[in-house]
């Protein structure tokens, strides 16, 4: 305990007195919240505010209220609360298991990275992409389940598997039943079916201004990326000052509402009614914004979502948008599902490893989201350069006539081949690209040749034309930045 020892209030004195403990095991808005809840019921105890961040929570009380009450009402707000020690929180954590753990979850991210390459299953889902020529809603369906486990995974899955892990933590807290952690998960999907039908209709309707482009895409993926990394932080449970500290808080107005939900999801739980609200009314709130969370998720820059919605946009029909949207969610929901009830069906001790096996993962992933961004932001990031050696003549991809070169470049599931070519400064180039897969490969962006972005369809070629004037290498990349290729440009021979 901080600050005055607990004052014993003479008969009839009624005069408010504040006192301040340290809670361990607090971590998070919701743990502020649990706390609160929990302390406000001691008799006695007038208000309770706790801060995540400290560590701490101050109590008002308008008369003695023993120790033991407040360490009771502490550990009835969770299994993992406790009355703590008053010293500051230290920047890194001296807990062994915590180190053990992320040791042997970066190991088993990298091998299970390796092995992904090695086997070819991280291109196996975006092959699922060459089918795409026909069209059909079912083609969608595969496309969304082949996103749900690559690129959409990166992003989205990053996010879904860190509030997962942190849900996970928290709920061994409460012990809430099966169906209601698995519930955020199914609304979530829900609503990202429901909220990409509505919004594919409008994107029918309306055409590209809901999508993302060019420096506007870069920005959002590293906004992403950033949150990933907070949430990382907090999972990994390394440094128990940052991962409070560093997290935004939601407004005291925000804060207040939350806490009045969370108590009507009490009483429902326990079949008290006592928070005076319609039964129910914790958990469905709690669902909408789970759904509605998921509906939002259109606007994220995916690489295939972004294709799909171009493919919804060339129909010029707000029922075929709606449909194609739809089906590409649906599809989405098997991996997005899978990870996030992963960590729903994790208690205890499971449930603290798989956060740290998280906070690696989702720390890999806003690696990756950050890699692409700055290749859309900063020309030849990521690409290599192209050979070593300089070239003294146009690439076998290249054809003159009539004063043009024609480039040939094959747009693929997983990049372009070839990924280089060499071509003549001062000549105009046709850049004849055939489309082979609807990916986040067919989705590009060559600002250094004056293509803001173009999106190539599959089974069909697509000519750009540019001057290139002076000798140097450019690059272009896929929307999201994670495909590149480079086009060398050299002297014309005298």
Known sequence: MVGRTPATYPEGVSETHSETYAIEGMTCRACEIRIQRALVTVPGIESATANAGTGLVQVSTSRDVPRAAIEAAVAQAGEDYRLGSPRPRPWLTR????????????????????????????????RVGTTATSGSLLVVVLLGLAAGFSTCMALVGGLVLGFSARAAAADGATGRGTWARWRPHVSFNTGRVIGFSVLGALTGLLGSAVTLSGVGLAIAMLAVAVVMTLLAVQLSGASPRLSAGLLPT?????????????????????????????RGTGPVRASLTAASVGAATYLLPCGFTQAV??????????????????????????????????????????????????????????????????????????????????????????????GVQYLATTQVADGYEPEHAVVYAGTPVVWELTSEALTCASWIRA?????????????EVTELTFTPTEPGTLTYTCGMGMYTGTIEVIARPA
């Open 95 to 126: 807990d062994p298991l915590v180190w053990r753990d992320l040791a042997v979850a970066v190991v088993g991210v990298g091998l299970l990275a390796v092995l992904l390459q090695v086997s070819g299953l991280t291109t196996l889902a975006d």
């Open 447 to 459: 600002p250094e040749l004056g293509i803001t972005e173009a999106v190539l369809t599959p089974g």
């Open 309 to 402: 919605q171009v493919y919804a946009l060339s129909t010029g029909s707000a029922a075929q948008g709606a449909a194609i949207m739809g089906a590409f969610a649906l599809g989405t929901t098997p991996g997005l599902l899978a990870i996030g009830g992963l960590g729903a069906s994790l208690r205890g001790v499971w449930a603290a490893r798989f956060a740290r096996f998280a906070a690696v993962a989702v720390f890999a992933f806003a690696l990756v989201n950050v890699g692409g961004a700055l290749t859309v932001l900063v020309p030849g990031w990521g690409s290599g350069g192209g050979p070593a050696a300089p070239a003294t003549e146009v690439s076998a991809n290249v054809r003159l006539a009539d």
């Open 250 to 278: 939601l407004p005291d107005v925000l804060s207040s509402r939350l806490q009045r939900v969370a108590e009507s999801r009490e009483a429902q739980a326990d079949g008290s009614g006592s928070s005076g609200r319609p």
